[in-house]
C-alpha cells in the first residue's frame, strides 16, 4: 500500500471533518465514550488555520485524503492536536507515518519533544502512543495544564484523559 504524507492543502480541508467522524465511530464501541461517536468535528475554519500556519497534513491512499494530523507549537514541543484516521483505513500504519512526519517537523522547528493529550485506556489511543515510544507526563507545563482544563470543560472526564511526550533526539 503506498501512502503519501504531504502538507494539507485548501482544497482538502473539506474532506478532513468527514475523516473525522468516520475516526469517532470507533468510539461507538465504548458505553461511556459513545458520545464521541455522534461528536462535532473540528470546523473547517480551524483547519484552515492549521493549514495557514503549516501545521497539517494529510495521508493520501490512491490520491484521496483518509487521514490527518494537526498540530500547533509549544515553547519546548510540537503539540498533537488532533490526528483522525478514516474507519477502513485504521490498522495500516498510517497513524504512525503522520505522527513521525510531525516528529520530523518538530525537529526541523528546534522542539525538544512531541506532546498531546489522549485516553488512557483506549486501546489506539495511551497504549498506542505507548508503543510509538510516548511516556505519560504527570508534571504538567501550563500549555498541558491548560489543554487538561479545556478537555475537561468540554466533558471529558479528566481522570480519563493523560499528557504523554515523546522525546526527539
Given at each position: 500500500?503506498?501512502?503519501?504524507?504531504?502538507?494539507?492543502?485548501?482544497?482538502?480541508?473539506?474532506?478532513?471533518?468527514?475523516?473525522?467522524?468516520?475516526?469517532?465511530?470507533?468510539?461507538?464501541?465504548?458505553?461511556?465514550?459513545?458520545?464521541?461517536?455522534?461528536?462535532?468535528?473540528?470546523?473547517?475554519?480551524?483547519?484552515?488555520?492549521?493549514?495557514?500556519?503549516?501545521?497539517?497534513?494529510?495521508?493520501?491512499?490512491?490520491?484521496?485524503?483518509?487521514?490527518?494530523?494537526?498540530?500547533?507549537?509549544?515553547?519546548?514541543?510540537?503539540?498533537?492536536?488532533?490526528?483522525?484516521?478514516?474507519?477502513d483505513w485504521q490498522g495500516?500504519?498510517?497513524?504512525?507515518?503522520?505522527?513521525?512526519?510531525?516528529?520530523?517537523?518538530?525537529?526541523?522547528?528546534?522542539?525538544?519533544?512531541?506532546?498531546?493529550?489522549?485516553?488512557?485506556?483506549?486501546?489506539?489511543?495511551?497504549?498506542?502512543?505507548?508503543?510509538?515510544?510516548?511516556?505519560?507526563?504527570?508534571?504538567?507545563?501550563?500549555?498541558?495544564?491548560?489543554?487538561?482544563?479545556?478537555?475537561?470543560?468540554?466533558?471529558?472526564?479528566?481522570?480519563?484523559?493523560?499528557?504523554?511526550?515523546?522525546?526527539?533526539?
Amino acid at each position: 500500500m503506498n501512502i503519501i504524507i504531504r502538507p494539507t492543502t485548501e482544497r482538502d480541508v473539506a474532506l478532513l471533518p468527514a475523516i473525522e467522524r468516520a475516526a469517532g465511530q470507533r468510539f461507538g464501541d465504548y458505553p461511556e465514550l459513545a458520545w464521541l461517536a455522534d461528536a462535532d468535528a473540528i470546523p473547517a475554519e480551524c483547519h484552515h488555520g492549521y493549514v495557514e500556519k503549516g501545521l497539517s497534513w494529510v495521508a493520501l491512499a490512491h490520491g484521496h485524503p483518509v487521514a490527518f494530523i494537526l498540530a500547533e507549537v509549544h515553547p519546548s514541543s510540537l503539540f498533537i492536536v488532533e490526528l483522525s484516521v478514516h474507519l477502513d483505513w485504521q490498522g495500516k500504519g498510517i497513524g504512525r507515518q503522520l505522527i513521525a512526519r510531525v516528529a520530523e517537523q518538530a525537529r526541523t522547528l528546534g522542539l525538544a519533544s512531541l506532546t498531546l493529550t489522549t485516553f488512557r485506556d483506549v486501546p489506539w489511543n495511551a497504549p498506542f502512543y505507548a508503543r510509538l515510544g510516548f511516556e505519560e507526563v504527570t508534571a504538567l507545563a501550563p500549555e498541558l495544564r491548560r489543554k487538561r482544563e479545556e478537555e475537561a470543560e468540554h466533558g471529558l472526564a479528566y481522570g480519563s484523559r493523560c499528557a504523554m511526550h515523546l522525546p526527539l533526539s
